[in-house]
């Protein structure tokens, strides 16, 4: 009868053990998020790699195109990182012509366009910070 109850006992604490694990794990899965998986970007406004970022997507977005006047971001929908061999930001902004003509010395400052067309664009670029290194590996407007 002892073994009985001290098998029970171990089964009992066994079972307490497992649910415990599982509901830790369910319970934290809003909270928690894989290492090397895409994190949202909460205040994109606030950081700076990710403006850094922006910026230079911008920039080579400006570079690459044939229209006159110089686009830039005028808000900004949706931003994440991704922490890979560096850092891979990708954002989803909305884009419009500003009254400069290219190439500006400084588009941040430029006005935008008044009822101009605005454009949605995805960026990612890729950084690595101790190599100085910043890449526009994929846009789409």
Request: proline share 6%.
């Amino acid at each position: 009868a002892a073994m009985a109850t001290a098998r029970g006992c171990a089964m009992l604490l066994l079972l307490t053990a497992v649910v415990t694990l599982v509901g830790s794990a369910v319970g934290n899965k809003d909270r928690e998020h894989l290492v090397g998986a895409p994190e949202e970007i909460l205040d994109p406004e606030k950081d700076e790699g990710l403006q850094e970022a922006l910026r230079f997507a911008v920039a080579e977005y400006n570079e690459g195109n044939n229209d006159r006047f110089t686009s830039k971001v005028v808000r900004i929908i949706s931003a994440r990182r991704q922490v890979v061999s560096g850092l891979n930001y990708t954002v989803k902004v909305e884009i419009a012509p500003t009254t400069c003509l290219k190439p500006p010395s400084n588009f941040q400052s430029c006005p935008v366009q008044p009822r101009s067309k605005r454009t949605i664009c995805n960026f990612t670029v890729y950084v690595v910070p101790w190599e100085d290194q910043m890449r526009l590996t994929e846009h789409r407007c």
